[in-house]
């Protein structure tokens, strides 16, 4: 094991599997000369040459149709969109198209193709940059969205990616690329729709992905002392959503928060608490809690900004009047 | 580069097949076997079979929902087509994909596509994987002047341009955008010119005649397999038909449409060849006769042929069947 | 708009009534407040009195048949719609447009006792969590019976818990899993009476999981009888009839009030002290046995107590209790000074902590200061829950009681 940076984790994945397959490659704004808008492929480019680290236009549309229609003739394109946000741009490549054409050809087209962004907040980068979109791709049958948190799962969960045979969007949290984590120093995957039990507990089950594991975890630090036990479960995958881990850990704890940095309102936690009514009814000793976004376009101002995405505290104050 | 006669005779049978398939499948609409759209390829027959000739086997096709000629001229079997647009489990994208999603993959036809101008996109991909894996592949992305004016059109000409992607760009301007006719859609109408914009040669020709089509894209494939980049032909031709079934038309005359009928690629393919002594008027109704027959049984298989299974509803939404609880830690 | 008849809640654990009979028949026009059907319950024959003024427009359940609490039994119609033909359909009626009324139920051919205010079927819904409702039907638990601890008094899994250790559940106790044969006896058996049901339940719920212990005492009841005797004459008017239990029910409450842990429930985890001093009375009646609450018995006289005993006991064997009347008890005495009995153990009436045992006052021979003498005395037997009380507490208890029994000036402070 060895300890690196999250942006370190990516990086090795990337690395690892162009050295092991030469159809891999690299395509999307600023991956080369510049290094990566968040210095994940520094000095990638002189590694792999120009051929497999491909700076490409500002235009989302042809950078990740592009990357369907390569990964369609054999390649296995990783196209990286700078941040999520300008997914949406893509946003009619990845679902009228990544997502359809395996079932609509019946099986004669495979779209092995991995997109990179960067969602989430807290850079004071506004509105427009700062969003948690993963909902609306999480939406579409055919395409899978997965969401590591730590350095361990976001290596495993891009080798994953990058060997399955669908077209995956894999977001990572520009705020967790410099935080540390135990990585294996050989090969080795996770697999894509697992959720992870992160900590275990017995009084109340906390579900979050991403960034907001490590809130959630804070927060179960803070019950812990106050005698309160809570287990942290991370989805991981949001697509396909892999509900067993939850469902077993509420049919211990009867209680769930989901701590989501997207709106409430249609987010994922809607999907997760609905999930849990249907699987686990009978176990249900509260209602399921939300702490998510809060309902507004992303502000500047930095204590806005705070404001507006669940802190450890929120989850704490939940979790305090859910347990009672 | 002449065609050989055989060639001719060939890309003649094509066409009429084509023409035939259509009216069939226009008939099959009418009895409420066929759902959703129909959009005939007839009038433009020449343009398909023109430039399709000019490929080699290896090469790709990635194409529009106006696609059944195209499939057709590839040498898709026509049954399993027609079985396609009936929704049958024999179809080429097993009932899944319907009349605008024709695909069969092993003869290089990647697809007919629905959203108009989004392909353009797959195709410079589909380039970009050929130029990569250095496989001696041409990519022809046959779309419509009505998705030019989308950015999917420039994005890709841009990239193809750049990385100079093996492919060949073949719009089809066959003057209406749906029922918008080109010079009110288009400030640049011409896409030919659209085309220099992006550094790519080009070349504007006569859709109609398909002797004119084969030389273009001829010249077309080789400009491109010889790795110097993309290219661009813009073929002028006309649909008989309206742009769907049901379409009322108000937007162009029926004087108009007689008019272009005159210039009916079989009609003039078939003058050609009676002219230049290749068949006489016996040997074109021989043609006419044996495709029918052809139809006949295409007709027969499609309409006999089972809806898929119920089972096939779940199958084929990802690559392999979703277990994603394996090997979880 | 149509009006709902709803089987009332009549009581803290009734969780179904069973449908009397109908005292009007479909189409028959109906006058607010005339009575509508008649319903046995645990407890009592209740009428139910029309909440509107209308037509009975339909009877949803028929007699015999048992409906769960809140349930629909009928719908009244009022006679404009039913003429223009605006009423809903049956069970189409959206569920904000019907009243959803209860029939005020009130004691057969009696002026109303109580008329509980009018409730929506929502409101009296029993909130309790999923979890909580699936052990409760796994173990067998009545949850009207469990006191919810959650937001807005919602039952959770540990109020099932903690329940579950107060009673020591066993899953409910089919009556009889194979049918004693005895010879002579009719094939079929004779079915239970709800109250014989209830009864059963309640105390096999009561010997089987609360562990009970018994203190008797000998109160010397000559100054006490001096006194009944002397309320008695002055009452005579109006026909005043204290007994000594009378006596024993107003110096239970006052020593209740010195000594509180008797005067509450086992809550698992802790005990539930109540702030009344709510004395149940057992009264014998035609097959079975009811308990009236005689509410505050600290804060009233002897008199008024034996006044409201005399009442409750006539309502009790008439079948025209209320629902105050039988809930909402903290401690039970249980009387059976009539029948000649010297002493007797009386089982707790859950979830009360005590119950008083009384038996006949007479005259015994007693060894007082060397000499042998008559005396009048009562035995007083205490049954407790040892759970909540000891036996020294409770012995104090009872040594106060007999205080205040033998020196009954006290019980008029």
Known sequence: MTLITYRDAVRDALREEMHRDPRVFIMGEEVGVWGGSYAVTQNMLREFGDK?????????????????????????????????????????????????????????????????AVGGSGRQLAATHSQSLEVLFAYIPGLKVVMPATPYDAKGLLKAAIRDDDPVLYIEHSLLYPIKGEVPTGDYLVPIGASDIKREGKDVTIIAWSRMVHVALQAAEILGREGISAEVVDLRTLRPLDMEPVIRSFMKTNHAIVVEEDWRTFGIGAEVAVQIYEQAFGYLDAPIVRCAGAEVPMPYAKNLEALAVPTAGDVVRAAKELIG | MDLNQDRLVSMYRQMVLIRRFEERAADFYREGKIGGFLHLYIGEEAVGVGAIAALEPQDYIVTHYRDHGHALARGLDPKRLMAELLGRATGVSGGKGGSMHLADVSKGFWGGYGIVGGHIALAVGLALSAQYLDENRVVLCIFGEGSTNIGYFHEALNLASLWKLPVVFLCENNL?????????????????????????????????????????????????????????IEAMCYRFPGHSMGDPERYRSKDEVDRYREQDPILMLGKQLESQGILDEGGLEQIDHDVSKVIEAVAVFADQSHAPAPEALHEHVYAHPLNHREGAA | MATKIIMPKLGFDMATGKIVRWLKREGDPVRKGEPLLEIETDKATVELEATADGVLEKILVGESVEVPVGDPVGEIVSPTERNTGTGQPAGKTPLSAATGMMAAPVAVASPPVTAPAAQSRLSSRLDASPLAKRMAAELGIDLQRVEGSGPGGRITKEDIETYQVTMKVVPALPMATEEPKVAGASAEGKPLSRMRQTIARRMAESKGPVPQFYLTTDVDMAPGMVVVNQLNEAGKGEDLRVSPLSLVMRASALALRK???????????????????????????????????????????????????????????????????????????????????????????????????????????????????????????????????????????????????????SLFL
Do not use: W
């Open chain 3, 259 to 409: 000594y509180p842990n008797l005067n509450a429930s086992f809550g698992g985890d802790r005990l539930i002290m109540h702030d009344d001093v709510n004395v149940g009375v057992a009264v014998a009646v035609e097959g079975g046995l009811l308990t009236p609450v005689i509410a505050h018995c600290d804060q009233k006289s002897v008199a008024e107590i034996a006044r409201q005993t005399r009442a409750a006991a006539e309502r009790a064997r008439s079948g025209k209790l209320s629902r105050d009347d039988l809930t909402q008890g903290t401690f039970s005495v249980s009387n059976l000074g009539a029948y000649d009995i010297d002493h007797f153990v009386a089982i707790v009436n859950p979830p009360e902590a005590a119950i008083m045992a009384i038996g006949t006052a007479r005259e015994v021979p007693i060894v007082d200061g060397g000499q042998v003498r008559v005396s009048l005395r009562m035995k007083l037997t205490l049954s407790a829950d040892h759970r909540v009380t000891d036996g020294a507490e409770a012995a104090r208890f009872l040594q106060e009681v007999k205080r205040l029994l033998q020196s009954p000036l």
């Open chain 2, 176 to 232: 209406y955008g749906m029922g918008t006719a080109v010079e009110r859609a288009s400030a640049v109408p011409s896409v030919a010119a659209k085309a220099c914009a992006y550094n790519i040669p080009a070349t504007r020709i006569d859709g109609m005649n398909i002797s004119t089509v084969y030389e273009a894209a001829a010249l077309a494939v080789a400009h491109v397999r010889s790795g110097q980049g993309p290219y661009l």
């Open chain 1, 52 to 116: 497999r680290v491909r700076d490409t236009p500002i235009a989302e549309g042809i950078i990740v149709g592009a990357g369907i229609g390569a990964a369609m003739g054999g390649l296995r394109p990783v196209c990286e969109l700078m941040t999520v946000n300008f997914g949406l741009l893509a946003s009619d490549m990845l679902i009228n198209h990544a997502a359809k054409l395996h079932y609509m050809f019946a099986g004669q087209v495979k779209v092995p193709l991995v997109v990179r």
